[in-house]
C-alpha cells in the first residue's frame, strides 16, 4: 500500500478510535501499529533500517582514500570493512559487496583537518562519491532479516524499545510530582512566589510557579494545587478572579508540552534524537515567549468578562479554607523545594553544554569534573536522584506513615504505567510509519527547499489530532511517529529541537469539550462551559501560534546547525 495512504489509515484509527469507538489510547494506537505494519512493503521497511544505521562518506581525498562517518551500533576500529551503497538500494548480486568496499585505516586525530568523529578508510573495490552511505556488512544482513519477522514481532520490539527508553524517565518524573506534593514542596514554592511578588502581582507568580511545577508535574495536578490559592484570593479580589484562573493555565500548561520530564516533550525529544538538556534550554525559552502572550491575554480576557467565584462540589468553600491555612511551619524552606526540579534540569543541560565544549586536552581535575557531570547528567540517572531527593523531602519534613507512603507511591506509579504504555504504543506506530517508506517517499516528491515547511506541518499534525481526541500527550506522541518518518534520515537546515517544538506548540490548539483538562478546569473553577470556551479556548490555541512563530525564528536565526 501507497505510504501516504498508510499514513492516512494510521491517523484514522487512531483519532476514529479514540473519538468514536471510545478506545483506550493504547489500543488505538496499537491498531494504528498493526494496521500500518500489515500494510507496508517489506522492502520499504529495509530500505529505512539500512538507511537510519549507516554512516556516509563525508569527503573523497582521492581515488583510494576517502573520510568517513561510520555507522551506528558496532564500535569502529582499523581494519573493519565496510559496504558502500547509494541511500535506497537494496538488490545485490548474491555473494557481493552491494555497491563498493572500504577498510577503516585510522581515526582522525585532533589537529588533522577532517570532520569530527570521521576515519580515513581505504577503497578496495568500487568507486566512492561523498554522500554515500556505508554499513557493515553483518548490519546489510540484519536489516535483511528484520523485516521479514512477523508484523506483530516487530511492533513488540519496538513497543519495548519505547519502553526502554523513555519508562524509566516517566516512572521518575511522577514520583518527582507526587512526592513534590505531599512534601508541601510545591505549595511552598507559590507561596514563596506570591511572598516575593507581592499580592498585587499575584497573577504574575501563577504564571511563573504553574510554568516551574508544570515542568516535573502533570498539568491537572498542578491546575488542582494551585486554584485553592486563586480561589483564596479571588475572593478578596473577585474582579481578578478570572485572571488568576488563566495566568495558571499559561504557566501550566506550555511547560506540559514544551519541557521535559513530562511524556510528551520527553517522548518527541527521544523519538526526534534531540538530547534532553537541549530540549530544556529551548522549551524553557519558547515557553517563556508563549507563556508572556498567555500573561497578555490573561488581562484582556479579564478586562472583557467578568467570571464570579463560584462554590463547586470540587473545589468546596472548607477546601479552600484549609488550604489556605496551612502551617508555613510545615513546609520545606524554598532552597529545599526547588531542590526537585532544580536538580535535573542543571544536570541534563550541564551535561549538553560541558559536551559542546569539551576538549581533547584539559587538566586533570578539568577532565574529571566533566567525566562527573557526564555519568550524573545521564537521563536516567539525573531523574533518578532528583525523585530520591524528592521522595527524601517529603519522608524528612512530613514523616507519612507506612501505609500512606505506599498508598502514594502505589497512585503515582500506577498512574505513570498508563502513561508509559500509550507512549510505548505510539512509539510502536510511529516506528511502523517509519518502515511504510514516507521518509523515502517524502523525499522523492518535496524538494529540500521544502523543508522549512516542516515545522508548520508538524504543528499542523499535533493540532487536528489534539482536536479531535482531546490530548495533548497523545496527539504529540501520535504526531511525532508521522514527523520522524518523513525525516528519517533527511538532513534539516536546523536542530531537530525546533521540530520538537514545533509539535509541542501544535498539542495547544484547539482545547475544547473533548479534552479532560478542559473540564478539570471547568469543574474546578466554578466557571461555566460557555464561560471557559470563551477565555481559555482561544488563549490556549493563541500560545501555540505563539510558540509556532518563536520556533520559526528561531530556527532562521540560530539554526544551531554545524
Not at 82 to 92: I, P, S
Not at 186 to 191: L, N
Not at 308 to 318: D, F, I, K, V, Y
Request: a positive charge; charged letters at 15%; proline letters at 6%.
Amino acid at each position: 500500500m501507497h505510504p501516504l495512504l498508510l499514513l492516512l489509515l494510521g491517523m484514522a484509527i487512531v483519532v476514529g478510535g479514540i473519538l468514536w469507538l471510545r478506545l483506550p489510547a493504547f489500543v488505538a494506537l496499537l491498531l494504528a501499529a498493526l494496521a500500518v505494519g500489515w500494510g507496508a512493503d517489506p522492502r520499504a521497511g529495509t530500505r529505512y533500517l539500512r538507511d537510519s544505521l549507516a554512516g556516509r562518506v563525508i569527503r573523497s581525498e582521492s581515488e583510494q582514500a576517502v573520510w568517513v562517518r561510520p555507522p551506528r551500533q558496532l564500535a569502529p576500529r582499523p581494519g573493519m570493512l565496510l559496504w558502500g551503497y547509494e541511500a535506497g538500494a537494496l538488490r545485490r548480486a548474491k555473494g557481493a559487496s552491494p555497491g563498493a568496499e572500504l577498510v577503516l585505516v585510522r581515526k582522525a586525530a585532533p589537529d588533522e583537518e577532517a570532520p569530527s568523529e570521521s576515519w580515513l578508510a581505504r577503497v578496495v573495490r568500487g568507486r566512492v562519491a561523498t554522500g554515500m552511505r556505508v554499513l557493515y556488512p553483518s548490519q546489510w544482513q540484519q536489516t535483511a532479516q528484520a523485516t521479514r519477522r512477523g508484523v506483530a514481532q516487530r511492533v513488540a520490539e519496538a513497543l519495548g524499545g519505547t519502553c526502554g527508553r523513555i519508562g524509566l524517565l516517566i516512572a521518575m518524573a511522577s514520583l518527582i510530582g507526587r512526592a513534590m506534593l505531599e512534601s508541601g514542596a510545591a505549595d511552598r514554592i507559590v507561596r514563596a512566589l506570591l511572598a516575593g511578588l507581592g499580592e498585587a502581582r499575584a497573577a504574575l507568580a501563577f504564571l511563573a510557579g504553574g510554568f516551574l511545577l508544570g515542568i516535573p508535574v502533570f498539568f491537572d495536578t498542578v491546575f488542582y494545587l494551585m486554584i485553592p490559592l486563586g480561589k483564596a484570593l479571588g475572593a478578596r479580589r473577585p474582579q481578578k478572579y478570572l485572571l488568576y484562573v488563566l495566568t495558571i493555565v499559561a504557566g501550566g500548561t506550555m511547560a506540559h508540552s514544551l519541557v521535559p520530564p513530562t511524556p510528551g516533550p520527553l517522548m518527541v525529544a527521544e523519538e526526534l534524537g534531540v538530547d534532553l538538556g537541549t530540549m530544556i534550554l529551548a522549551g524553557c525559552v519558547v515557553g517563556a515567549f508563549s507563556a508572556a502572550y498567555g500573561y497578555w491575554h490573561a488581562h484582556w480576557a479579564n478586562r472583557r468578562w467578568q467570571v464570579p467565584l463560584r462554590e463547586t462540589a470540587e473545589m468546596p468553600q472548607e477546601l479552600i479554607e484549609r488550604f489556605q491555612q496551612a502551617s508555613s511551619e510545615q513546609l520545606p524552606p524554598l532552597w529545599v523545594s526547588l531542590l526537585p526540579i532544580l536538580l535535573p534540569v542543571v544536570l541534563l543541560a550541564g551535561a549538553s553544554i560541558l559536551r559542546n565544549f569539551a576538549a581533547a586536552e584539559m587538566p586533570r581535575w578539568l577532565k574529571a569534573f566533566y567525566q562527573a557531570v557526564q555519568v550524573l547528567g545521564e537521563k536516567n540517572l539525573a531523574l533518578v536522584l532528583a525523585a530520591a531527593l524528592a521522595v527524601g523531602v517529603w519522608v524528612f519534613w512530613q514523616r507519612p506513615g507506612r501505609s500512606r507512603f505506599q498508598q502514594s507511591l502505589q497512585t503515582a506509579l500506577a498512574g505513570a504505567g498508563m502513561i508509559i504504555l500509550i507512549t510505548s504504543a505510539g512509539g510502536a506506530f510511529g516506528a511502523m510509519l517509519q518502515q511504510s517508506g514516507i521518509a523515502h517517499w517524502v523525499r522523492q516528491t518535496a524538494p529540500r527547499a521544502q523543508a522549512w515547511l516542516l515545522l508548520p506541518l508538524a504543528f499542523g499534525i499535533t493540532t487536528l489530532v489534539r482536536t479531535a481526541q482531546g490530548s495533548a500527550t497523545v496527539a504529540m506522541i501520535t504526531s511525532v511517529g508521522i514527523v520522524s518518518a518523513m525525516v528519517a534520515g533527511q538532513p534539516l537546515p536546523y536542530h531537530r529541537v525546533y521540530l520538537a517544538l514545533a509539535i509541542g506548540a501544535g498539542s495547544k490548539p484547539v482545547a475544547w469539550m473533548n479534552d479532560s483538562g478542559f473540564w478539570v478546569i471547568c469543574r474546578m473553577s466554578g466557571m461555566t462551559e460557555s464561560e471557559t470556551l470563551k477565555t481559555l479556548t482561544p488563549m490556549t490555541a493563541m500560545m501555540g501560534l505563539v510558540a509556532l512563530a518563536a520556533t520559526m525564528l528561531g530556527a532562521w536565526l540560530v539554526p544551531l546547525t554545524g
